[in-house]
């Protein structure tokens, strides 16, 4: 009994031996990625980004590319691509016609938002930095920003998820930094004045101040007769010429007529200092008989000699004979 028992069990090992070598060299004969089997024959499936249709043999089937929007990822028998995932602009995702046939894409948020779970059901805005806060990690499809403050030497004057912290001016040559920038301001540039500037006003100012004192020195005191004074000097007016008078020489008799000649010369100094006028209607009668010069002055003659005596000459020879007899 023990004997049929264990020649039952070693059969049925047997059987299951031969059963699996068998299918072990049906399944070997045909590419489980590239190939199905029909009617134990091999047959070819479609690629990616294709369907199969229903007109073709197993030999060469009759594939078509997927319509927009849709996509397959492997080689299929299948007659229908797979839809790709929709993505709602209501819920800030990107709208696009995705032309991609061979894979799957995901909906990818709108500039500016990122996915608000790991799963992507929806896109919320990105945090944005203030005044004197840049981006130290700018915000993506998948990730929030995140802001840091403005070191020295830089600045942020914008609102923004994006804007990142920027260095302060440099003044480039010929300016000079007129006001140092902060966390929220640029520096500012200013530029520098040129000597010639400088010396032009240094001259303006020295001018100024020079006018300024000869019209003081002008107003002060007397200016009309300064001011004359210096027209006169600057134009070179000619000096009135004098006017030449004929004085006849007299020899004096006696003392009486020298002492009536010095009383007539201090009477006449008396009244005004001015020289012995002429009497044009009671001419001398030697002057008449002498005549005239061109110039219109008397002749008068001694011992038949002509002599012409001015009065500027007359009034001095006066002076001189009134010293001596004094």
Known sequence: MRRTQFNKMYLLLLLSMLMWASMAAAQSRCDPLTQYEKNGQCCKMCGPGTRMSTVGTCEDPQCTDCGDNDYQDKYTTDTKCTPQPYCDPHKNFQV??????????????????????????????????????????????????????????????????????????????????????????????EKNQRKHVVICLVTLVIVTLAAISLTYWFCKGDAKEKVKVCVESCLGEQKEQLTETRVPIMHPTGPIEEESMFSEMRSSQEEGCSGPEENEHQPNQEAS??????????????????????????????????????
């Not at 403050?149 to 000079?176: A, Q």
């Not at 009065?311 to 004979?321: A, K, L, Y």
Request: neutral net charge; contains cysteine.
């Open 289 to 326: 008989a002498a005549g005239r010069t061109e110039g219109g002055n008397f002749l008068a003659q001694e011992n038949g000699k002509s002599v012409v005596i001015s009065r500027q000459e007359s009034q001095t020879q006066s002076f001189i004979d009134l010293a001596e007899s004094v």
């Open 96 to 189: 696009h016609v995705n032309k991609n046939k061979k894979e799957k894409s995901a909906c990818m948020c709108k500039e500016g938002f990122h996915c608000s779970s790991a799963v992507c059901i929806t896109c919320v805005p990105h945090t944005t930095c203030k005044q004197g806060y840049g981006a130290k990690t700018t915000g993506s499809h998948a990730r929030d920003t995140k802001c840091e403050e403005c070191k020295e030497g830089t600045f942020s004057d914008e609102i923004s998820w994006n804007g990142v912290c920027k260095e302060w001016s440099e003044c480039r040559d010929g300016y000079h930094v007129k006001q140092k920038g902060t966390n929220t301001t640029d520096s500012v540039c």
